[in-house]
């Protein structure tokens, strides 16, 4: 399943959940908190392509990883914060993991489309 097929399935959930929501009294549309079911939903129907290194969530991851490495950077060297060293230094561990990890073949179904990494991940 690719990316589309992955969000439409999240979309149908999302329908779904969100219509029990008001069916028990609770109405996302007045309480704020619709966007953030809907970003939470569509980054873990996403999730289980992680290991594809060219899917969306693992470009996403990677870009997120960029920021976080020249943000703690330039904190570092303004502030003089040397915990800013650490989250870099991750930042860059988890790059170098998820490139060893990730394949680009479609067989790539490992670990992120199990159950156990979908109630990890939750």
Request: net charge neutral.
């Amino acid at each position: 399943m690719n990316a589309e097929g992955h969000l439409f399935v999240s979309g149908v959930f999302n329908i779904l959940f969100i219509c029990i929501m008001y069916l028990l009294g609770i109405n996302v549309f007045q309480m704020g908190i619709l966007f953030p079911i809907l970003l939470i939903f569509g980054i873990f129907s996403l999730l289980p392509d992680i290991d594809h290194s060219k899917s969306k969530i693992s470009g996403l991851l990677q870009i997120a990883m960029v920021l976080v490495i020249i943000y703690s950077l330039i904190t570092f060297f303004l502030a003089s914060k040397y915990f800013n060293l650490v989250f870099a230094l991750l930042a860059v561990i988890v790059l170098k993991i998820h490139s060893g990890y990730a394949e680009d073949s479609y067989d790539h179904r490992k670990f992120p489309h199990t159950i156990t990494f979908s109630l990890i991940s939750c």
